[in-house]
């Protein structure tokens, strides 16, 4: 059975860091993408990074310069550095991995539990 598992959320003050870890289990990722979405409270999930085959990386606009997205494929775990952190970025957070498209969008074959990060002013 395939797990991903994410952990390193809490509170945290406004300008302060979080690292966020999600450790896969069950099989390897080494050649999929794996990414990160995050969830507010009466919001639609949204993307937050990606992190494809190659070291290629990607944001959403309003992390970018402020969260990074690495991996360690010896550890089968995929990481979410987030600096700068602000309040409207209290949501919950989710780790994905592989995607593919399905109707012309992407879909993500695993999906961890989520870990809440809180962002206090």
């Known amino acids: 059975q395939v797990q991903l598992v994410e952990s390193g959320g809490g509170l945290v003050q406004a300008g302060g860091s979080l690292k966020l870890s999600c450790e896969a289990a069950?099989?390897?990722?080494?050649?999929?993408?794996m990414a990160w979405f995050r969830q507010a409270p009466g919001e639609e999930r949204k993307f937050v990074a990606i992190?494809?085959?190659?070291?290629?990386?990607g944001y959403a606009d309003s992390v970018q310069g402020r969260f990074t997205i690495s991996r360690d494929d010896a550890k089968n775990t995929v990481y979410l550095h987030m600096n700068s952190l602000k309040p409207e970025d209290t949501a919950v957070y989710y780790c994905?991995?592989?995607?593919?498209?399905?109707?012309?969008?992407?879909?993500?074959?695993?999906w961890g539990q989520g870990t809440q990060v809180t962002v206090a002013s």
């Open positions: 069950g099989r390897t990722f080494t050649n999929d993408a």
């Open positions: 994905a991995a592989k995607p593919r498209i399905v109707g012309g969008k992407f879909e993500y074959d695993y």
């Open positions: 992190s494809a085959t190659a070291g290629a990386t």
